[in-house]
């Protein structure tokens, strides 16, 4: 029986967890929690859960866990993902993340494939189901003779319609930290042939309405109105990667509910994205620590005075939703020594939860503008993927099951490449697609003629 070892025990590995498991594999879930690695083992005969903080270990400790497996998952923050990389170069086993490449990690492409073994990234599902449904469309054009001349995909994790009941129109699917984290971002992407540059600090400025025309699954009406805005750099290496060095229009985007955007925009402006600790004093604010990131008096009015700096009313939806999340008002800050970020992270921790029984919503689009001889064509590929009330989110099943499908191949030989790869060849793509499409993770296609 082959062994995976699992490295983390989060919000995503309840479902490729459960899919290995199902598959007879036996499976070894590390997490520095050992409670939460035990309740997602369950009891398996074929699980088991172990205490390990990749933080503490030693380098032995490690290198025992992957010595015993024939795989590891990474499902830690990607800071961790070439240091398990390289112990498992090291001890000849093979690797999966869900992460995008580092170019740390893309240095290894050369020892794993004499170690012949596969360290398969950007396999979840943004990085992952959007390359794999894109390079699948983006092949049948190019075996067609047609040629890309744009391409624009978007993805978001949201409320569901039906849970989409607070003024921030989000919740949290995965992680607070980096939700907020992506926020700082630069971003790169081409339009018109034109490389466009976006500074981190004016992300939130460069956004457009986004309308969602398809129905999710059950749904009678279309999804609507979203906003999109630009998510890091979207021509290196996607171009090469995907195979369109002929494209003159290349973006890869983030989608929100209305609104975010211009709250995001404040939060920024205002600082809280600030990763510098500061010592607080016992009981401190967030009406202070606002007033303080605003550079006015600690007692002073913290509504009055982001109404004056920002020249915004009352009845602005920004000021109700800062008042909402506790920006304004008399909530103490966790701890005494903390950075704006963690601070404002703690308070969507509090506030942007799921209640029982509300599903999440996974959203994907892409666009693609192409010509062939008989004329100009555009392609509009949605996905939009519900969870499953009071069972698996769409996030964590949307990242972890094409992750769970990649170690099976991988280990069933079916995925036979070695080095660091990334899912975007037709024999890796074609089946992963097909299998989601069985657990009803699809895509509806739209095809129209371009005057």
Known sequence: MKKVLIFGAGMVAGPPVKYLLEKDFQVIVASRTLQKAEALVNNHP??????????????????????????????????????IAKTCVKHRKHMVTTSYVSPEMRE??????????????????????DHMSAQKIIDAIHEKGGKILSFTSYT???????????????????SPRGVILAGRNSAKYLKDEEVVKIPGEDLFDHF?????????????????LLEGYPNRNSIEPYIDVYGIPETKTMIRGTLRNPGWCRTMKKIADVGYLN??????????TYRQLLNQLLDKPLKSNAKENMMSIFDIEEK??????????????????PKKKISPLDALCHQFEEHLQYDPGERDMLVMVHQFEYVLDSGMEKITSTMIDYGIPNGDSSMSRTVGLPAAIGVRMILDGTITDRGVLVPVKKSIYEPILKELKEMNISFTERLEKVN
């Open 275 to 284: 990763l510098d600790e500061q010592e607080f004093p016992s009981g401190f």
């Open 108 to 129: 290894l492409d050369e020892k794993a494939r004499n170690a012949s073994i596969s360290i398969l990234n950007e396999i979840g599902v943004d990085p992952g189901i």
């Open 316 to 333: 602005d939806d920004i000021i109700r939703r800062f008042e909402w999340m506790g920006l304004l008002g008399d909530d103490v800050l």
């Open 208 to 224: 457009l309405p986004f309308p969602v025309n398809e129905k999710g699954p059950g749904d009678t009406e279309e999804l609507g």
């Open 156 to 174: 978001g994790g949201l409320p569901a319609p039906d849970a989409n009941n607070n003024p921030w129109g989000y919740k949290l699917s995965w």
């Open 46 to 83: 074929n699980g088991n859960a172990k205490a390990f903080d990749i933080t503490q270990a030693t380098t032995e400790e490690l290198e025992a866990l992957i010595r015993e497996c024939d795989l590891a998952v990474s499902l830690l923050p990607y800071t961790f993902h070439v240091k």
